[in-house]
């Protein structure tokens, strides 16, 4: 592996939504915590003391309250707005560092470092920063390819000890000790349907897959990405960042803190909500959709029996973003595929056939009515000024999710409302 210039590096905030947690209250500080999942079904992310006790992800909640040391344990209901204020925040630190990144997730990012001559002690000056400013702990990978730097990251996590958090790929032999070490089924971009097929003919490590298989092989079985990430892997620049590209279909759906039957008015409530936000999505990034569909779902224990699910599309009259026109067809879908008897667990709305706005195909009378797309300007105008859903529609709710979250934090990092107090 040649020495480079460019290097890759991921930030990966350590038990992320419990690190934001403990942010606003320190006194969960080395005690067993666990975030739960949407209206508190069951465990989606733990800390270290809670993993120690045998807690699991996808641990249902009801068992581990009928734990014996149930009482040391804290349940915490998942607080999105919390956690991607402080993934934002974390992201903008490390644009200090790497001008240019790429946001991986909530709570990992890829930069690219360059000219940096001791680029492990610039890491662990952005790693004190992250931690110094927000309060979350990190690691971080370098090397010189993205696949290289997840391994890194990953051995950077798992021996704390002996990186201190950061830890570089940066020669061959480094690359080559990090490859025998990563077993394939934690090799980054590599399914569990393919790690199942490579164990079976005897690649247990991510250095078996680089040296023990033909070109021919990985191209034939695993196609041109896997072909891709051997490269990568093989410590020759593959993996480059991704162009962000606008969506081609837009959801938003919920489940609710209880099963609907006969409430249409609570259903159709939900329904317009979520048509406003997709609408509002459409327009950030510029775009407009020709089909929307609207569905209703039952018990997921139900969900091998017929009629589990009810969904329905339909065309708009033309490519829009327009929340009145969404909305209006929304609530007809709904009104179609309605049904009293239906025990409802869960709804959503979905848009697709999505342009961006210098390709619609406008009709004779024009692409989008002209007072919509004046109203919604305005709309969209006052709510970036006075705070999202200041102005709203009629038949929505303020709240997009209404949810089981009874145990759940302030947003002390985004609503000056449940700012924290010091007395």
Same mark, same amino acid.
Request: with cysteine; charged share 25%; hydrophobic share 40%.
């Given at each position: 592996?040649?020495?480079?210039?460019?290097?890759?590096?991921?930030?990966?905030?350590?038990?992320?939504?419990?690190?934001?947690?403990?942010?606003?209250?320190?006194?969960?500080? /080395?005690?067993?915590?666990?975030?739960?999942?949407?209206?508190? @079904?069951?465990?989606? #992310?733990?800390?270290? +003391?809670? *993993?120690? %006790?045998?807690?699991?992800?996808?641990?249902?909640?009801?068992?581990?309250?009928?734990?014996?040391?149930?009482?040391?344990?804290?349940?915490?209901?998942?607080?999105?707005?919390?956690?991607?204020?402080?993934?934002?925040?974390?992201?903008?630190?490390?644009?200090?560092?790497?001008?240019?990144?790429?946001?991986?997730?909530?709570?990992?990012?890829?930069?690219?470092?360059?000219?940096?001559?001791?680029?492990?002690?610039?890491?662990?000056?952005?790693?004190?920063?992250?931690?110094?400013?927000?309060?979350?702990?990190?690691?971080?990978?370098?090397?010189?390819?993205?696949?290289?730097?997840?391994?890194? /990251?990953?051995?950077?996590?798992?021996?704390?000890?002996?990186? @201190?958090?950061?830890? #570089?790929?940066?020669? +061959?032999? *480094?690359? %080559?000790?990090?490859?025998?070490?990563?077993?394939?089924?934690?090799?980054?971009?590599?399914?569990?349907?393919?790690?199942?097929?490579?164990?079976?003919?005897?690649?247990?490590?991510?250095?078996?897959?680089?040296?023990?298989?033909?070109?021919?092989?990985?191209?034939?079985?695993?196609?041109?990405?896997?072909?891709?990430?051997?490269?990568?892997?093989?410590?020759?620049?593959?993996?480059?960042?991704?162009?962000?590209?606008?969506?081609?279909?837009?959801?938003?759906?919920?489940?609710?803190?209880?099963?609907?039957?006969?409430?249409?008015?609570?259903?159709?409530?939900?329904?317009?909500?979520?048509?406003?936000?997709?609408?509002?999505?459409?327009?950030?990034?510029?775009?407009?959709?020709?089909?929307?569909?609207?569905?209703?779902?039952?018990?997921?224990?139900?969900?091998?029996?017929?009629?589990?699910?009810?969904?329905?599309?339909?065309?708009?009259?033309?490519?829009?973003?327009?929340?009145?026109?969404?909305?209006?067809?929304?609530?007809?879908?709904?009104?179609?595929?309605?049904?009293?008897?239906?025990?409802?667990?869960?709804?959503?709305?979905?848009?697709?056939?999505?342009?961006?706005?210098?390709?619609?195909?406008?009709?004779?009378?024009?692409?989008?009515?002209?007072?919509?797309?004046?109203?919604?300007?305005?709309?969209?105008?006052?709510?970036?000024?006075?705070?999202?859903?200041?102005?709203?529609?009629?038949?929505?709710?303020?709240?997009?999710?209404?949810?089981?979250?009874?145990?759940?934090?302030?947003?002390?990092?985004?609503?000056?409302?449940?700012?924290?107090?010091?007395?």
């Amino acid at each position: 592996m040649q020495p480079h210039n460019l290097m890759y590096i991921i930030v990966d905030g350590n038990n992320f939504y419990v690190s934001c947690e403990r942010v606003g209250n320190p006194s969960l500080n /080395n005690k067993p915590v666990a975030v739960m999942s949407n209206n508190d @079904g069951c465990a989606i #992310a733990m800390s270290n +003391e809670a *993993k120690a %006790i045998g807690i699991k992800m996808g641990d249902p909640t009801f068992k581990i309250r009928e734990r014996p040391d149930a009482g040391n344990i804290t349940l915490l209901s998942s607080n999105y707005a919390l956690y991607g204020d402080i993934s934002a925040r974390m992201v903008d630190i490390i644009r200090l560092f790497a001008p240019e990144v790429e946001v991986y997730s909530i709570d990992e990012c890829f930069g690219k470092i360059h000219g940096v001559i001791n680029y492990e002690e610039k890491m662990r000056e952005l790693r004190k920063t992250i931690l110094q400013w927000i309060g979350i702990p990190t690691c971080i990978g370098i090397a010189p390819t993205k696949s290289l730097a997840k391994a890194a /990251n990953r051995i950077a996590k798992k021996f704390p000890e002996h990186t @201190g958090g950061v830890y #570089a790929i940066d020669s +061959e032999k *480094k690359r %080559i000790n990090a490859l025998k070490w990563l077993e394939i089924g934690d090799v980054w971009g590599i399914g569990n349907a393919h790690a199942d097929r490579l164990r079976g003919i005897g690649i247990k490590t991510a250095y078996d897959f680089t040296k023990d298989l033909s070109n021919d092989w990985i191209k034939k079985n695993m196609a041109i990405v896997g072909f891709r990430l051997c490269r990568d892997l093989s410590g020759l620049p593959t993996l480059d960042f991704e162009d962000v590209k606008d969506k081609k279909m837009i959801a938003h759906t919920r489940t609710f803190d209880k099963k609907r039957r006969g409430d249409f008015p609570y259903v159709k409530e939900r329904v317009s909500t979520f048509a406003a936000n997709v609408a509002e999505k459409l327009r950030v990034q510029k775009s407009f959709a020709a089909t929307v569909h609207v569905f209703i779902q039952g018990d997921y224990k139900h969900r091998f029996l017929p009629g589990y699910s009810i969904g329905l599309a339909s065309a708009t009259d033309y490519p829009t973003n327009s929340t009145f026109e969404i909305k209006k067809t929304a609530i007809k879908i709904l009104e179609a595929i309605w049904r009293d008897d239906f025990d409802i667990a869960k709804t959503g709305v979905m848009v697709s056939g999505i342009t961006p706005a210098p390709n619609v195909q406008t009709t004779i009378f024009g692409y989008e009515k002209s007072k919509d797309q004046v109203a919604m300007a305005a709309i969209d105008k006052l709510n970036l000024k006075f705070g999202r859903h200041a102005i709203r529609f009629g038949g929505e709710d303020r709240k997009l999710h209404k949810m089981l979250r009874e145990h759940l934090s302030r947003n002390y990092a985004s609503n000056i409302n449940e700012i924290i107090e010091i007395r």
